[in-house]
């Protein structure tokens, strides 16, 4: 029987011994820390429990829900989700709801955002390569100016316009301004077409002592079926010869160096860290691609609050700009069982760094403090609540999506390919900023091409939206085989010539641009009039009033602006809704004129070969 040699104890690792010791396969695990779960572990401190970033556990592939509930059964809870933006000390609901927003931004700054929303229709950016462009294009500049920008540029470190367009489709999804709006009305998080989107869910599972509680508990179960987890064993080379690892070295905290043998080996260090340690070493392109390859650095500086009760949310995002802090979690909303006390609560405020940051080397005591003056500043707690504190640093935690990374990925992939019992799964081992299901699928695939599959473990979530397929997914519906040399660009579908138009003129929803119309025409009638009012007179806005025949009620008073607001508002809604659906049916009928064109022709010349 073959032996498997399995680098790392995060999910995409377990969940690969876990489906090996199904299928009746022996392995070893090599976990450089002295915890298992990698980003998803839970910390302990004083009896409080706390995560490395908050996992929600929800998955659309109805195997990865199966080996949640095997592994952790009743401890698996369902907790309801609630996540807000703060931003000028003001809270907005997240996802985006319309009347909560504008109550936030005020009714100048609501207009601008209608406005800039329906430029980014009728004039969107033809180019979506960076995060920017991808979420201007959608939500309009100004909106992701206020709720996108300031956020994404803390958590990655580097400006939106550097940041590739895929991590936008892959994390924000399916969310546009109209399915924020749809959702706000019918609030069953699916989108029009029916599918749910995950930035929409208001529930999720959650282990009762935190996710590492799945992980430590896998970890169980395989050890039972004769896995051997080693800890404190950091991987340094990776001896390979005519195409096939050998073995591997690790090194202990002591010192010593270990050797390890296998006949396979699974690997979910990060890429670059694996290509450094390959013995020989890759070609020198290889390696340069290898070292360009960047990670987002992180830590939780965690406070005890003397207080039951902070704010109600799992977690809130920060995106006021004065402070650098990123996240807060509120981990007893995670679970009732992560606190020891039930009147206190432990906040984790996340700060994401490069480990050259100056704050990075500080002590725990500097950055408590740190954290203690930024709550104070977004007016979140006071000072003289913390009783405790402490910190915990994950490196390497985000790999980041930059505008070359993909480039350098396909010329790692390209030498790894070379090298047939050696398979790269899960976050880091991929580069690729997955979920956590998405992580187990990797190892799942793994596991079984040993066993004797083909499945291509890099087809994982290869297509950038795969999350806004519809309903859950059976692994089944995942197992295309993807050949690994095949680049994304020599992917792409053929450009018909009904898809070139439709390219060069995307469809407009005729709700978001109605929506868009009627916020500019309804709070242009509201400010007009108010600004009559407020200035006086004789005669009060004689040539505004004649809008009373055609506005129902309307008249130059405060009564009448708000009749202004609303009528306006359902005025401008139908004009808006009437223009996009004129629009989108020019534009479906002129592909349509022109795929007929192009099938007259191909059968003339069809007819010419005969």
């Known amino acids: ?10 999910p995409a690792g377990l969940t690969a011994a876990y489906e090996l010791s199904k299928l009746g396969y022996a392995s070893t695990i090599l976990e450089a820390d002295n915890q298992v779960g990698g980003l998803s572990r839970t910390v302990v401190y004083n009896g409080y429990r706390f995560d490395i970033g908050g996992h929600r556990f929800f998955s659309k592939v109805a195997l990865i829900n199966q080996l949640w509930q095997e592994i952790l059964g009743d401890e698996f809870l369902v907790r309801p989700r609630l996540s807000r933006i703060h931003y000028r000390n003001h809270y907005f609901d997240y996802p985006l709801k319309p009347m909560n927003a504008l109550a936030g931004l005020g009714p100048v700054e609501a207009l601008l955002v209608g406005l800039s929303y329906a430029k980014a229709k009728f004039l969107p950016s033809r180019e979506e390569s960076n995060f920017e462009q991808w979420v201007s294009n959608r939500f309009g500049y100004r909106l992701y100016e206020i709720f996108f920008k300031t956020y994404t540029e803390k958590v990655w470190g580097i400006p939106c316009s550097e940041i590739s367009a895929d991590w936008a489709a892959q994390r924000i999804k399916n969310l546009s301004l109209t399915e924020a709006l749809r959702n706000a009305l019918f609030k069953d998080g699916r989108s029009q077409g029916g599918e749910v989107i995950t930035t929409l869910i208001e529930q999720f599972h959650y282990p009762e002592f935190g996710p590492g509680m799945m992980w430590e508990r896998c970890a169980e179960l395989v050890a039972r079926r004769g896995t051997e987890t080693t800890q404190g064993v950091r991987v340094e080379r990776i001896r390979h010869r005519l195409g096939r690892v050998e073995c591997v070295y690790g090194r202990t905290p002591e010192g010593r160096v270990l ?49 039951e009760n902070v704010f109600p949310d799992n977690w809130i995002y920060i995106h006021s700009p004065e402070v650098k802090l990123g996240r807060i979690q509120n981990y007893k909303n ?39 003056r930024d709550c104070e500043q977004i007016r979140m707690i006071e000072r003289n609540e913390v009783e405790d504190g402490t910190v915990v640093r994950m490196e390497k935690a985000y790999p980041v999506y930059d505008q070359e990374y993909q480039n350098h990925l396909a010329t790692i992939r390209q030498y790894l390919a070379g090298i047939d019992n050696l398979q790269l799964i899960g976050r880091n081992g991929q580069h690729r900023y997955n979920n956590q299901d998405h992580s187990m699928l990797t190892g799942v695939f793994a596991a079984r091409n040993i066993a004797g599959a ?4 890099w087809s994982v979530n290869v297509d950038q939206e795969y999350h806004e397929e519809g309903g859950t997914k059976d692994v089944s519906t995942m197992e295309r085989a993807v050949p690994a040399a095949v680049r994304p660009a020599e992917a792409e579908a053929v450009l018909t010539p009904e ?24 709070l242009l009638v509201f400010l007009a009039t108010a600004g009559l009012l407020v200035q006086g007179g004789v005669l009060v806005g004689r040539t505004l009033g004649l809008l009373g025949y055609y506005l129902w009620g309307y008249s130059v008073s405060w009564t009448g602006a708000w009749v202004g607001l609303i009528e306006g508002g359902l005025g401008g809604f139908t004009f808006g809704y ?5 629009r989108n049916w020019g534009v479906g009928a002129y592909a349509w004129l022109l795929k007929r064109r192009a099938e007259a022709e191909a059968s003339r010349d069809l007819l010419d070969k005969v």
């Open 454 to 457: 083909n499945y291509d473990v």
């Open 334 to 372: 995670w679970s009732p069982s992560m606190v020891p006390d039930a009147t206190r609560t432990s906040l984790g405020l996340e700060y994401f760094l490069w480990d050259q940051d100056e704050e990075w080397t500080w002590s725990h005591e500097r950055l408590v403090e740190r954290g203690m």
């Open 1 to 10: 029987m073959s032996h498997t040699l399995i680098i790392g104890a995060g």
């Open 499 to 522: 898809r070139l138009v439709e390219a060069a003129f995307a469809r407009i929803d005729p709700v978001a641009l109605g929506a868009a119309f009627g916020t500019i025409a309804g």
């Open 578 to 582: 009437v223009v996009a659906t004129l």
């Open 259 to 307: 050797e390890f043998g296998g006949d396979h080996f699974i690997s979910s260090m990060p890429v670059r860290a694996l290509i450094n340690a390959l013995d020989p070493p890759p070609p020198d392109e290889v390696v340069r691609a290898a070292n360009a390859l960047r990670y987002r650095d992180y830590l939780t500086v965690v406070l005890i609050v003397k207080r």
